[in-house]
């Protein structure tokens, strides 16, 4: 049935026989802004099923588009990332910090611990520098020039750590770093009043050129110089502070190089293992690699991102794992 419905002005009585086929469980064809779409109640489950069918899609995993009548009605059929919390499929992997993990909750010090070891020396270093310069001169008007940029940072900190659950590496708090790079400006306002301070801003520069490049092109999963080795920075942070999915064409390319070395299994056995810290950690679907990560260390990794485990017959067997 065709019915041709005026787009300034719709006919009741038209309007009402689409709405009737809608809660019948019927599929709509409608025009949009671009192409023609296919429609039906978002309620009626055999009509979204009908609706995969035609396209030739599985309703399992179909991500399909619906449409409200106002914003307001949003929040009847969705959740945002921080209602969901760590470890929903829809929102993000389980939240991980120093060995502890959650799942549909946040983590209190997680931002402060990921802030510690994920933000370059070099950064911490002049930030507190800055701050000390800051009180120690109290010129005129030091105090709210100070407050304008400190306390959004603390507010951040503050508000991420204690009241937000959808803890995913620093990406959801980024916006504390301009700030504490502008409030840095502290340094350049004499730079060569002191010696001191020319040199440490020199060693500054050079410490993080250095530290950028070590890391580069792998700065998703970059940590600072506390964390000395980088096979065991997942001992102290997880989840997308080191994975993010970023390295898996990398993984793909190492296995094929190295044919003696194969994605790790989820039971005991000898062999030259690699497997992702998130996997490691369990913080996703796979959750078999307790024999893994409570036994044995890494002896390599891929781009900070990938584990390499060489495990012997007889590792095994002292470890009990198996039988001589």
Known sequence: M?????????????????????????IIIYPTDTIYGMGCDILQHKAIEKICRIKNIDPQKAQLSFICSDLSRMSDYTK????????????????????????????????????????????????????????????????????????????FLIYFDFFYNSQVGLRHILMIFPLIQVFCGNLLKDPFETKGRSFFLLAMICYSIASFYYFFPNLVPYTNELITDKKMAY??????????????????????????????????????????????????????????????????????????????????????????
């Open 2 to 26: 065709l019915l041709r419905i005026h787009p300034l002005n719709p006919q009741p009585r038209l309007v009402k026989q689409v709405a009737e086929c809608l809660k019948a469980g019927g």
């Open 80 to 155: 945002s990332i921080d209602e969901m919390g760590p470890g929903h499929r829809g929102s993000s992997p389980k939240a991980y910090i120093l060995g502890q993990t959650r799942e549909g909750k946040g983590i209190w010090y997680y931002y402060f611990i990921s802030i510690l070891f994920k933000t370059p020396v070099p950064v911490m270093a002049s930030f507190i520098v800055s701050i000390f310069l800051a009180f120690e001169k109290k010129r005129e008007g030091w105090y709210p020039d100070a407050l304008f940029l400190l306390f959004p940072i603390l507010f």
């Open 235 to 324: 001992k102290i942070v997880g989840s997308a502070n080191l994975d993010y999915n970023q390295a898996s064409e990398s993984l793909e390319d190492y296995l094929r190089q190295n044919s003696t070395v194969e994605y790790a299994p989820e039971t005991a056995r000898a062999g030259k293992f690699i497997i992702s810290t998130n996997d490691l950690l369990g913080l996703g679907a796979k959750n078999g690699y307790d024999w893994l990560r409570d036994n044995f260390k890494p002896t390599d990794h891929l781009q900070f991102t990938y584990l390499i485990f060489d495990i012997s017959k007889q590792d095994l067997i002292l470890k009990k794992l198996i039988d001589r």
